[in-house]
Protein backbone atom coordinates (compact mmCIF):
# COMPACT_ATOMS: atom_id res chain seq x y z
CA UNK A 1 0.00 0.00 0.00
CA UNK A 2 1.55 3.26 -1.15
CA UNK A 3 1.90 6.04 0.81
CA UNK A 4 3.09 8.50 -1.25
CA UNK A 5 2.13 8.36 -5.07
CA UNK A 6 3.33 9.97 -8.09
CA UNK A 7 0.24 8.90 -10.60
CA UNK A 8 2.03 10.42 -13.76
CA UNK A 9 4.92 7.63 -14.97
CA UNK A 10 5.98 10.46 -17.83
CA UNK A 11 5.39 14.20 -18.47
CA UNK A 12 6.85 15.79 -22.07
CA UNK A 13 6.89 19.44 -21.40
CA UNK A 14 8.83 22.31 -24.24
CA UNK A 15 11.66 23.93 -23.03
CA UNK A 16 10.57 27.42 -21.53
CA UNK A 17 7.26 26.49 -20.62
CA UNK A 18 6.55 25.38 -16.98
CA UNK A 19 6.63 22.04 -16.01
CA UNK A 20 4.05 20.71 -12.80
CA UNK A 21 4.88 17.35 -11.45
CA UNK A 22 2.35 16.57 -8.44
CA UNK A 23 2.62 13.85 -5.66
CA UNK A 24 -0.25 12.34 -3.23
CA UNK A 25 0.22 11.43 0.04
CA UNK A 26 -1.96 9.67 2.19
CA UNK A 27 -0.19 9.38 6.13
CA UNK A 28 -1.29 12.32 8.26
CA UNK A 29 2.03 11.81 10.53
CA UNK A 30 3.87 13.01 7.32
CA UNK A 31 5.30 16.88 8.18
CA UNK A 32 8.65 16.82 6.00
CA UNK A 33 8.53 16.48 2.10
CA UNK A 34 11.21 16.70 -0.50
CA UNK A 35 11.49 16.13 -3.99
CA UNK A 36 14.68 14.09 -5.04
CA UNK A 37 16.18 14.41 -8.73
CA UNK A 38 17.72 11.22 -10.30
CA UNK A 39 19.79 10.88 -13.80
CA UNK A 40 19.95 7.69 -15.39
CA UNK A 41 23.01 5.56 -13.26
CA UNK A 42 23.26 7.68 -10.78
CA UNK A 43 21.75 7.96 -7.49
CA UNK A 44 18.74 10.55 -6.30
CA UNK A 45 19.92 13.99 -5.33
CA UNK A 46 18.16 16.47 -3.29
CA UNK A 47 16.64 19.16 -5.24
CA UNK A 48 13.64 21.19 -2.72
CA UNK A 49 12.11 20.52 0.29
CA UNK A 50 9.16 22.17 2.43
CA UNK A 51 8.08 21.29 6.17
CA UNK A 52 4.49 20.86 7.24
CA UNK A 53 3.71 24.57 8.48
CA UNK A 54 4.19 25.90 4.96
CA UNK A 55 2.69 26.09 1.75
CA UNK A 56 5.18 27.35 -0.44
CA UNK A 57 8.90 27.24 -0.76
CA UNK A 58 11.29 28.68 -3.65
CA UNK A 59 14.55 27.65 -4.62
CA UNK A 60 15.37 29.66 -8.24
CA UNK A 61 13.54 27.95 -10.81
CA UNK A 62 12.10 25.73 -8.45
CA UNK A 63 9.05 26.19 -6.18
CA UNK A 64 7.22 23.43 -4.15
CA UNK A 65 3.72 23.62 -3.15
CA UNK A 66 2.05 22.09 -0.47
CA UNK A 67 -1.82 21.37 0.34
CA UNK A 68 -2.12 20.08 3.87
CA UNK A 69 -5.88 19.51 3.63
CA UNK A 70 -5.78 17.38 0.03
CA UNK A 71 -2.60 15.52 1.21
CA UNK A 72 -0.95 17.07 -2.59
CA UNK A 73 2.13 18.57 -3.05
CA UNK A 74 3.38 19.86 -6.57
CA UNK A 75 6.95 20.49 -8.06
CA UNK A 76 6.89 23.55 -10.13
CA UNK A 77 10.04 24.33 -12.76
CA UNK A 78 10.09 27.49 -14.77
CA UNK A 79 11.52 27.91 -17.06
CA UNK A 80 12.07 24.24 -18.10
CA UNK A 81 15.49 23.38 -19.46
CA UNK A 82 16.66 19.93 -21.18
CA UNK A 83 19.00 19.91 -18.51
CA UNK A 84 16.11 19.04 -16.59
CA UNK A 85 15.18 16.15 -18.03
CA UNK A 86 15.45 13.21 -15.40
CA UNK A 87 13.76 11.16 -13.00
CA UNK A 88 11.44 13.21 -10.16
CA UNK A 89 10.64 11.24 -6.87
CA UNK A 90 9.14 12.70 -4.26
CA UNK A 91 9.33 11.80 -1.04
CA UNK A 92 7.96 12.22 3.00
CA UNK A 93 8.87 11.68 6.55
CA UNK A 94 7.31 11.97 9.90
CA UNK A 95 8.91 13.18 12.89
CA UNK A 96 9.75 9.27 14.21
CA UNK A 97 11.31 7.72 12.27
CA UNK A 98 12.70 9.82 9.89
CA UNK A 99 13.38 7.66 6.90
CA UNK A 100 11.94 8.98 3.89
CA UNK A 101 8.71 7.48 2.11
CA UNK A 102 9.43 7.78 -1.95
CA UNK A 103 6.91 7.89 -4.55
CA UNK A 104 7.45 6.21 -7.75
CA UNK A 105 8.81 8.85 -9.79
CA UNK A 106 8.16 10.66 -13.19
CA UNK A 107 9.83 10.84 -15.70
CA UNK A 108 10.49 14.95 -16.88
CA UNK A 109 11.53 14.92 -20.65
CA UNK A 110 11.42 18.91 -21.72
CA UNK A 111 12.37 18.50 -25.50
CA UNK A 112 14.36 21.43 -26.86
CA UNK B 1 34.07 16.46 0.19
CA UNK B 2 33.55 12.79 -1.30
CA UNK B 3 29.72 11.66 -1.83
CA UNK B 4 28.70 8.71 -0.74
CA UNK B 5 30.37 5.27 -2.59
CA UNK B 6 29.22 2.13 -3.41
CA UNK B 7 30.54 -1.08 -4.67
CA UNK B 8 30.14 -2.92 -6.83
CA UNK B 9 27.98 -0.79 -9.20
CA UNK B 10 26.59 -4.12 -11.08
CA UNK B 11 26.47 -7.19 -9.86
CA UNK B 12 24.93 -10.19 -11.66
CA UNK B 13 24.17 -13.67 -9.78
CA UNK B 14 22.68 -16.38 -9.89
CA UNK B 15 20.03 -17.66 -7.81
CA UNK B 16 21.04 -19.19 -4.64
CA UNK B 17 24.56 -17.19 -4.85
CA UNK B 18 25.63 -14.98 -1.91
CA UNK B 19 26.46 -11.18 -2.86
CA UNK B 20 27.44 -8.22 -0.42
CA UNK B 21 27.18 -4.71 -1.54
CA UNK B 22 29.46 -2.44 0.32
CA UNK B 23 27.85 1.40 1.07
CA UNK B 24 31.00 3.82 2.26
CA UNK B 25 29.16 7.13 3.63
CA UNK B 26 30.25 10.40 3.65
CA UNK B 27 32.72 10.95 6.47
CA UNK B 28 31.19 12.09 9.99
CA UNK B 29 27.90 11.20 8.69
CA UNK B 30 26.36 8.90 11.19
CA UNK B 31 23.11 8.09 9.84
CA UNK B 32 23.46 5.94 7.25
CA UNK B 33 20.06 3.82 5.40
CA UNK B 34 19.58 1.56 3.00
CA UNK B 35 16.53 1.62 0.24
CA UNK B 36 16.13 -0.36 -3.06
CA UNK B 37 13.97 0.08 -6.44
CA UNK B 38 12.57 -3.01 -7.91
CA UNK B 39 11.38 -2.76 -11.63
CA UNK B 40 11.31 1.28 -11.81
CA UNK B 41 9.16 1.20 -8.68
CA UNK B 42 9.11 3.47 -5.53
CA UNK B 43 12.28 3.51 -3.61
CA UNK B 44 11.70 1.71 -0.80
CA UNK B 45 13.07 2.07 2.68
CA UNK B 46 15.37 -1.22 4.09
CA UNK B 47 17.28 -0.17 7.24
CA UNK B 48 18.73 2.53 9.20
CA UNK B 49 21.68 2.67 10.98
CA UNK B 50 23.30 5.14 13.91
CA UNK B 51 26.43 4.73 13.85
CA UNK B 52 27.00 1.05 14.20
CA UNK B 53 23.60 0.68 15.50
CA UNK B 54 20.50 -0.91 14.00
CA UNK B 55 17.93 2.24 14.50
CA UNK B 56 15.07 0.91 12.26
CA UNK B 57 15.44 -2.56 10.32
CA UNK B 58 11.70 -2.44 9.10
CA UNK B 59 12.04 -2.61 5.85
CA UNK B 60 14.11 -5.85 5.58
CA UNK B 61 12.04 -8.12 3.51
CA UNK B 62 13.14 -11.39 4.89
CA UNK B 63 16.15 -13.04 7.00
CA UNK B 64 18.08 -13.85 3.83
CA UNK B 65 19.19 -9.84 4.12
CA UNK B 66 21.99 -9.12 6.62
CA UNK B 67 23.36 -5.68 7.13
CA UNK B 68 25.93 -4.65 9.41
CA UNK B 69 28.22 -1.27 10.11
CA UNK B 70 31.05 -2.78 12.32
CA UNK B 71 32.67 0.52 13.85
CA UNK B 72 30.77 2.97 12.71
CA UNK B 73 31.68 3.48 9.52
CA UNK B 74 31.19 1.59 6.15
CA UNK B 75 28.19 -0.84 5.82
CA UNK B 76 27.65 -4.25 4.11
CA UNK B 77 24.31 -5.65 3.07
CA UNK B 78 24.42 -9.54 2.13
CA UNK B 79 21.98 -11.07 0.34
CA UNK B 80 22.28 -14.98 0.86
CA UNK B 81 20.88 -16.85 -0.54
CA UNK B 82 19.85 -14.52 -3.09
CA UNK B 83 16.16 -14.90 -4.95
CA UNK B 84 15.18 -13.68 -8.63
CA UNK B 85 12.80 -11.23 -6.80
CA UNK B 86 15.92 -9.66 -4.89
CA UNK B 87 16.77 -8.29 -8.28
CA UNK B 88 16.98 -4.10 -8.02
CA UNK B 89 18.87 -1.20 -7.76
CA UNK B 90 20.10 -0.96 -3.88
CA UNK B 91 20.88 2.90 -2.87
CA UNK B 92 22.94 3.43 0.13
CA UNK B 93 22.08 6.59 1.60
CA UNK B 94 24.05 9.49 4.42
CA UNK B 95 23.57 12.26 6.58
CA UNK B 96 24.15 14.20 9.54
CA UNK B 97 21.76 14.31 12.15
CA UNK B 98 18.26 15.88 12.57
CA UNK B 99 16.27 16.43 9.32
CA UNK B 100 18.95 17.51 6.97
CA UNK B 101 18.63 15.95 3.13
CA UNK B 102 19.50 12.15 2.77
CA UNK B 103 22.89 12.29 0.11
CA UNK B 104 22.55 8.95 -1.66
CA UNK B 105 25.28 6.59 -3.54
CA UNK B 106 25.16 5.73 -6.96
CA UNK B 107 23.50 2.35 -6.45
CA UNK B 108 24.15 -1.14 -6.86
CA UNK B 109 21.96 -2.93 -9.82
CA UNK B 110 22.12 -6.39 -9.00
CA UNK B 111 20.75 -8.95 -11.22
CA UNK B 112 19.71 -12.65 -9.84
CA UNK B 113 18.93 -14.84 -12.94
Known amino acids: DQQVKQNSPSLSVQEGRISILNCDYTNSMFDYFLWYKKYPAEGPTFLISISSIKDKNEDGRFTVFLNKSAKHLSLHIVPSQPGDSAVYFCAASGSSPRQLTFGSGTQLTVLP | ?113
Open chain 2, 1 to 113: EAGVTQFPSHSVIEKGQTVTLRCDPISGHDNLYWYRRVMGKEIKFLLHFVKESKQDESGMPNNRFLAERTGGTYSTLKVQPAELEDSGVYFCASREQGTSPLHFGNGTRLTVT
